[in-house]
């Protein structure tokens, strides 16, 4: 906290705003009876911007610098916020919502490239874990706003609006030193994909399974009979069991291999969301689940970024913070379109059985993937630590463009000269030992055998 104070506090304002418009979209469309497909298709076109907001985001960055970038897309994610509350039209909201998408991106890409570059590596895991406490704070407080409501009229959108625009002021008048100029990136997404695989895998599906819970958990408590207040209960418990897990997770990241540690996350929502399918949905125990959900899928994504950015450079910082994004973006936006048609084939308990499936994937994904890995890393006996012949041969001066020809040269003769006294005295050495002992070695061209 005291290394990075104004950019946590922009993060915290930033995701409490967003936060409670993701969730007050989805209940009142709810409540106008608009179709699960509907909601689910808004959240895709979020998502899709953010996608497809990497791109902007980066040449923003470059030319402008990291605190007029974040300033700008805050300001357009502003305007589009109090557009919602100019129309209810459902094609209208799809493009605000790509909108809001592109500008978030922007903004993400700011905070997490600036944070990925000036924390130090073996303190990236609670730097990162901060960040998304802050986050999941920031969702907490907007749920909370969000319940003041219970009519769901314009009021939370002035909220938003409010809690964007407090979020550029501290990162405006920050004291830190701001990031390195962005250099041009090379590498695309595909050739991060070859460099941080388990990475980038591992972000894709928790973009697949965070996003269709945001999207489509409200709808799958309204449709189970959760009251209002058994429904911000439900979304509370979740975000506050991804808050508490943050710190203890970054700190044993630092620890454990984080790699491990995504496979784990894997099994452990597998079973949460085969117990959240299986269990009667008027107990206590969804309640349970979904804190347990919290745990170990709203971590995903900042393991697999400390993973990703233990193993690059400086200079690639904003690249990987990008591809990350893409990734997340790209399975949020299937999964909250492809789950929201699930649910509605095979009824609201369908979304975790989905969650469940796509979970065992992920293992065992990221399970290949290690094991490729570590085959392609040498053991340590398959190479011996020793000099080479050329660097303790005299023919090494000739090579050194420090040392003059003619050294060289009289080197090598010197050599030379010593190497056939040596022969010499082996030849006389030889001679004077009984003739038994010669006779048994053969001599080819009066020269000893090298068996001697």
Partial sequence: MKSFPSLY?????????????????????????????????????????????????????????????????????????????????????????????????????????WLNEQSAPESRGRVFSFYMITSYLGMIMGQFALSQFPELGYAPLFFVCMALALGIIPISITKRIHPKPLKPIQMSVFGYLKKIPQSLTAVHFAGVINGSFYALAPTFAIQSGFSAKDIGLYMSMTILAGLLAQWPMGLLSDKVRRSLLLRFNACAIATIGIGVFLVPLDSIWPFVLTFAFGLFSFTLYPLASALANSRVDDEERVGVSSSLLIAFGSGAAIGAAVNAKVMALFGPQALYASIAVLAMIMFTLLTVINSKQMAEVPAPNDYVLGTSDVTNSPLAATMDPRIEETTAHEQLLMVDEVNKADELDDADEIT??????????????GEPSNKL
Avoid at 73 to 82: D, I, P, R, Y
Avoid at 436 to 443: G, H, K, L, M, R
């Fill in 9 to 113: 506090f922009t993060n915290l304002f930033l995701v409490g705003g967003t936060g409670l418009l993701t969730t007050y979209l989805a209940l009142y469309l709810g409540q106008k009876g608009i179709s699960t497909f509907w909601i689910g298709l808004l959240t895709s076109c979020y998502y899709l911007g953010l996608l497809l907001g990497s791109k902007l985001g980066y040449q923003l960055i470059r030319s402008v610098g990291h605190i007029r970038t974040f300033a700008a897309s805050t300001a357009a994610v502003t305007a589009c916020v109090a557009a919602h509350g100019i129309s209810d039209n459902i094609y209208l909201w799809l493009v605000l919502r790509f909108i809001v998408g592109l500008g978030m991106m922007c903004n993400y890409m700011v905070l997490e490239s």
């Fill in 432 to 445: 004077e030992k009984p003739n038994t002992q010669v006779e048994e070695a053969p001599i080819i061209s």
